[in-house]
């Protein structure tokens, strides 16, 4: 079963997306595996590569009656897929005892995205209704972790936070490092942090240009070698560090399996979506309501998954229907594959990102070619 399981692996992201294709012209969809929830655009930080204009909350969010009624007993309705609890700082909300409590009574499983600063705080919390994951923002060393933040003492607040969570048994806790212009060659610096902080995996985002990241992109979008290089330190690190590239890095075809443990399937409208935080149902952390499959408060989520996001699951649709690059990158004419794990190391890296090749070179083990 062993050798099975792998050659299926191979093709793992043409079969899904072929059944999606399949089960959507039968009329017919299968439940999300994840539904992330954007809980709320307040945040004590203001970090640069926001996909939102995180800071201030946003008017109309959604209640804590609301949260429970229109979206938890939702998912107990979609079979109980993971509750993704992101913001903005998700800790700031007040009423999140009262959520997570509700989602725990219902027997669906929680996750969390934060930066670590109220984590400390809020352990009662996490003791009682522990999440099956958390993942704690990590930028970089300390000094260029506390600058980027615009937060003195930020730095070792996220490494606390890791730290406390696996000391109260929370499942899996996740190191994030979202790769800018100003830390990809930083990235080796930080490999004794990430040993030391006790994290279970360390995941590699990249910033989509997107909200207040738009704003700043000749200063945060990684150059084609950085990528190369942080991609090729993933490769190189994976047999003694569990560190992935996560979704933003598109699909390395046959080569998966050296940047991750799953083969690439873009899940926008397929396996997962995104609530706004004002009830809006999109494909994935974009915050252009022109996405926007209908909102929790008029219809229900069960019913706008599953007649919603016919772009996503029918070719036709050159980006919505690729499953083999991220959406949220390629609907900003900045896909990253190309460059990160097609590309010839010995040619000279092409600036737009967005180009693709039709001679693209495989990197193969060992990194010969």
Known sequence: MGLLHRLFSRNAAAVWQAETRLLHRLGYA?????????????????????????????????TAAEACELLIDELVALDRPNLVIAGGEALLRRDLERIVAHAARHRVPWALHTHGGRVEHLLPLFERY????????????????????GRAGSFDAAVRAIAALKQIGCPEVVAGTT??????????????????????????????????????????????AQLRRAAALVRRLRGRIHVE????????????????????????????????????VMPCTTTD?????????????????????????????????????????????????????????????????????????????????
């Not at 004590?44 to 201030?56: E, F, N, Q, T, V």
């Not at 790769?179 to 985002?205: F, K, Q």
Request: hydrophobic share 35%; aromatic share 8%; with cysteine.
């Open 179 to 224: 790769v800018t212009r100003e830390n990809a060659d930083l990235l080796a610096d930080m490999i004794p942090t990430i040993l030391d902080s006790g994290a279970d995996s360390w995941g590699l985002h990249l910033v989509t240009p997107e909200g207040r990241a738009d704003h700043h992109r000749e200063a945060l979008l990684a150059t084609p």
């Open 289 to 369: 309501k022109r996405e926007s499959q209908g909102n929790i408060r008029d219809r229900r989520l069960r019913d706008i998954w599953a007649q919603g996001f016919t772009a996503f699951r029918t070719p036709g649709d050159a980006r919505r229907s690729d499953g083999l690059d991220c959406w949220l990158q390629t609907r900003n004419n900045h896909s990253c594959r190309g460059p990160a794990f097609f590309a010839d190391p010995l040619l000279p890296a092409r600036t737009n990102l967005s180009q693709r090749s039709d001679g693209l070179v495989t990197l193969r083990a060992g990194g010969g070619r």
């Open 245 to 280: 590239c996560d979704n933003e890095w598109g699909s390395a075809g046959a080569d998966d399996c050296f940047y991750r443990d799953q083969p690439f399937l873009c899940g926008a409208g397929r396996f997962v979506c995104v609530v706004s935080a004002t009830g809006e």
């Open 30 to 62: 299968r439940p999300p595996h994840a539904v992330q929830w954007i809980s709320t655009s307040a945040c004590d930080l203001k970090c640069p590569h926001c996909y939102s204009h995180a800071g201030r909350r946003e008017p109309g969010e959604l």
């Open 130 to 149: 522990t999440p099956v994951m958390v993942a704690v923002s990590l930028d970089g060393p300390r000094a260029y972790h506390d600058r980027f933040r």
